[in-house]
């Protein structure tokens, strides 16, 4: 369901988000959705890690969180998105603990194209991954 605006409401945007089998298994939550941001969580699990040196997760787990996080930004902030058409991603320092939170903003809804912005940061609230996806409506 949908408010007047076109905003998804809260437990829709949850239901919509758990849909997909690979949501599920990064084990996303939405945390929070306000009139400027979506709030996604991902827990840490063994899996993600790639290098077991450090104990860090793995850049491409990184950023799918920051695609998802846009595309599902877009979407319950009144847009349409489908699918990625560009995806840019920043790391800024390894993720080596979790959970891990992405922050999602919209930058533009527009009728082809809409452009949302992301960042991730572990629970010290420092910044991991920044990133930043232009979607197909």
């Known amino acids: 369901m949908t408010t ?14 758990h849909l997909a089998p690979f949501h599920r298994w990064l084990g996303l939550e939405v945390v929070d959705l306000t009139e400027a941001e979506l709030i996604v969580e991902m827990p840490w699990r063994d899996e993600i890690v790639s290098n077991p040196v450090i104990g860090s997760v793995h850049g ?7 695609d ?6 877009i979407n319950a902030l009144g847009g349409t998105a489908r699918a990625t058409a560009d995806l840019h991603v920043d790391f800024h320092r390894p993720a080596t603990s979790g959970p891990l ?3 999602g903003r919209v930058v533009k809804l527009g009728k082809q194209f809409s452009v949302a912005e992301t960042r991730i940061e572990d629970a010290a609230q420092r910044l991991l991954a920044s990133g ?3 979607y197909v409506g």
Do not use: C, F, Q, V
Request: aromatic share 4%.
């Open 101 to 103: 939170r992405a922050t």
């Open 4 to 17: 007047p605006d076109n905003r998804i409401e809260l437990a829709d945007l949850r239901k919509m988000l």
């Open 132 to 134: 930043r996806g232009a």
């Open 60 to 66: 491409g787990i990184l950023s799918a969180l920051i």
């Open 68 to 73: 998802l996080t846009g595309l599902y930004t």
